[in-house]
């Protein structure tokens, strides 16, 4: 497929962003921390709201990484690790309680406009008009992002081809797609709109094995044509280690450990268990398998 090189921002955005671009990180998260519920300051200094408060979870507890520009970085959690915590940290939807996020070297919390410049978020809760159909929903975000209608018009149907929806559903309304449909749709969307700095939330959860190559196939193309960099988090072992280049394992808000597939995956090697997979390797780290977690959630 040929998406053209200027298909994230609109070539007047790209050159007033002349040099930000050539950082060697595309990301940088520092001692990043967030808690949910508990009492708040006022509630505590009232010494209100003792009983009716649920108790503090930390979703995120003080991580720190780094994303290399032109880098695929998955993160691999299990269920309520904090994975879509720290993504929502990232592209300026939560603010942390602590520690510092740069996005090209912009700072999540005080150049919040410019972050939002760099990075897109897809994740399963995408938001659509749903009674619009994919290609009116995405020329619209073409629109906003300052895409040409000229290539709007001729990318969109190449990528939702791509990405292996029947043209008769171009048309249609979303909300008469199934939920893995209405995902393509979003990742199609991100694709055509902000490829700089890509934040997938699990983008094939949910999809069929087809659909899954698909998207990783595109994710691929992204970095490889448009100097895209991608942080994505996952529960796919075999995509984490195909796609990846480096992954960071997290578990309760921490991180544990953080390598490329390979060195990851010598760290838990034995000499009953010279070639362990990155399934073993998560287990080793965080004491419990992945499918485990997934069991325990449809039960
Ligand atoms: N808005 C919220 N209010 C209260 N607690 C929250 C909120 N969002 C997340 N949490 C809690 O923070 C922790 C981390 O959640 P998060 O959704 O980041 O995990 P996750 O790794 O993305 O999980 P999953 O794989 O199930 O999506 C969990 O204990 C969760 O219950």
Request: charged share 25%.
């Amino acid at each position: 497929m040929g998406l053209s090189s200027n298909s994230s921002l609109s070539t007047a955005n790209k050159s007033s962003l002349i040099g930000v671009l050539d950082q060697e990180y595309a990301l940088l998260v520092r001692d990043a921390y967030k808690t949910f519920g508990g009492r708040s300051f006022l509630e505590k200094f009232r010494g209100t709201a003792e009983v009716e408060k649920p108790q503090q979870v930390v979703a995120v507890d003080h991580i720190s990484l780094s994303v290399k520009r032109n880098e695929i970085y998955g993160i691999l959690g299990a269920n309520g690790s904090g994975k879509s915590t720290l993504i929502r940290l990232m592209s300026t939807l939560l603010i942390p309680d602590g520690g510092e996020i740069k996005v090209f070297g912009f700072d999540v919390v005080k150049q919040e406009k410019m972050v939002k410049r760099l990075l897109n978020r897809v994740s399963v809760e995408a938001s659509f008009f749903k009674k619009l159909s994919p290609v009116e929903n995405l020329m619209y975000a073409t629109r906003l992002y300052g895409v040409p209608p000229s290539r709007a018009r001729r990318e969109i149907p190449e990528i939702l081809s791509r990405l292996g929806i029947p043209p008769d559903r171009f048309s249609r309304p979303l909300e008469q797609m199934s939920r893995g449909m209405q995902q393509k749709v979003a990742i199609a969307r991100a694709f055509l709109t902000t490829p700089v700095l890509l934040l997938l939330d699990e983008p094939t959860t949910g999809l069929d094995p087809r659909s899954k190559l698909d998207v990783q196939q595109l994710v691929k193309q992204l970095r490889e044509e448009h100097d895209a960099t991608i942080l994505l988090t996952t529960h796919d072992m075999a995509e984490a280690d195909a796609l990846c280049d480096r992954i960071a394992i997290i578990d309760k808000g921490k991180l544990i450990v953080e390598g490329t597939p390979q060195e990851l995956k010598s760290m838990v090697a034995t000499p009953a268990n010279p070639a362990p997979t990155l399934e073993d390797t998560f287990m080793f780290f965080t004491g419990r398998s992945l499918e485990e977690d997934e069991q325990e959630i449809e039960d």
